[in-house]
């Protein structure tokens, strides 16, 4: 181990005693008490020594036998402390790809506040370089939000539509105004080329991955059509619930952003529960959106779709989904984040498992049946760890003592 005190979290002494690590509330710690020539020390802890080389240094401070130990034991359990050469084999041939690395520093910065294990940044961040996500939908949300992962380094990102690119469909950080009329699957793959830090595999419109190769992470469904923003038919979803595939619904409806739910398939509300629960409240729900829909083909051909508030949306997805490859569980698991124009004042609505849904989620949480086959069986669910396993070590606390959290 070569110890490092995380450079992402600013250090200050709010008195003689007491250090403060990081500045916003959300990640802040303090230690204390702690002597100067601690403190002191505290620089050497800057990932050009290992242990033996620590400890050397600490008896010509004259710490005492075995502080230094003690010390970075206390600040790795706090997760304030980093590797510089942890993170396994994949982290090791990131870090040989000097220019890939240096465009993902910030990412890798920002992995490193809410981390907690020593290399465990640049672990995650090496890992998702071997992910594959589907973005369906390329229009002002679905574009930008497929660039967004290639730049945060999203080994592939595949996208697809149909149709060609129309003027309107132009945005900052997505397509570019040269891309009108190219098709509407080869355009947003080309920015993702781009953006992505690393050159991603590339393969045709409809190859199939070779042997061996994982199937995706996360699929998000990004549709251009309002209608299928605002009621998504779970018809749509039914392959990805039958494969077990974490998807994200993600889009903009009538100057409304909408991110989620995203659906663990089992395990959270997916469209069909949000079909069902809508029409238990309001019995006219079926009737509107079969209106909707019939009349969305030969409709406004241009929707309401804020250039603006579809970067918003995008950005918002983007981390939700990162947030997910990533290990955690995000606020969408099961729930719709929305946010209108002109106020933007974002707010949440659950989506409940409902036991008339064919997903099976709703079944299982009024029989409170989760067993350990179900967490086996997420173990290949999209051919990632199990949310439910990942959900635990997000929540994970840290340790209590004289570390404790600043508010």
Known sequence: MVPVVKPALRRGWRDLNTVQFGMAPAHALTLGPMDSATGSFLDLLDGTRGLPLLREEGRRMDLPDGHVDTLVSRLAGAGLLDDAKGGGPAADTLRAKKEVLDRLRPDLASLSVFTAEPGDAIARLAARRSLRVQVRGAGRVGALLASLLAAAGVGEVDVRDIGRVERWDVSPGGLP???????????????????????????????????????????????????????????????????????????????????????????????????????????????????????????????????????????????????????????????????????????????????????????????????????????????????????????????????????
């Open 177 to 407: 105004p040269e891309s009108v009329g190219a098709r509407r699957d080869e355009a947003p793959r080309q920015a993702v080329r781009r953006c992505a830090p690393d050159r991603p595999p590339r393969r045709g419109p409809t190859a199939p991955p070779s042997d061996g190769d994982p199937g995706f992470s996360l699929v998000i469904l990004a549709p251009r059509d309002d209608v299928a923003v605002h009621a998504p038919a779970p018809a749509t979803a039914e392959p990805l619930i039958t494969s077990g595939t974490p998807h994200l619904y993600a889009g903009v409806v009538e100057a409304t952003g909408v991110v989620g739910p995203l659906v663990l398939p089992g395990e959270t509300g997916c469209a069909g529960c949000l079909h069902e629960g809508r029409t238990d409240r309001d019995p006219a729900w079926p009737r509107l959106v079969a209106q909707w829909r019939s009349g969305s083909g030969r409709s406004r051909p241009v929707r309401p779709c804020d250039v603006t508030l579809a970067t918003t949306v995008a950005g918002l997805a983007a981390a939700h989904a990162l947030a997910f490859l990533d290990g955690r569980l995000p606020a969408s698991a099961g729930a719709r984040w929305e946010v209108s124009l002109p106020a933007l004042n974002w707010h949440s609505r659950p989506v409940w498992p409902h036991p008339a849904c064919a997903c099976g989620a709703g079944e299982k949480v009024s029989k409170g049946e989760h067993t350990a086959e179900d967490a086996d069986r997420h173990e290949t669910m999209g051919e990632q760890r199990s949310p439910m396993k990942l959900c635990r070590e997000a929540e994970a606390a840290r340790p209590a003592g004289t570390w404790r959290a600043h508010v």
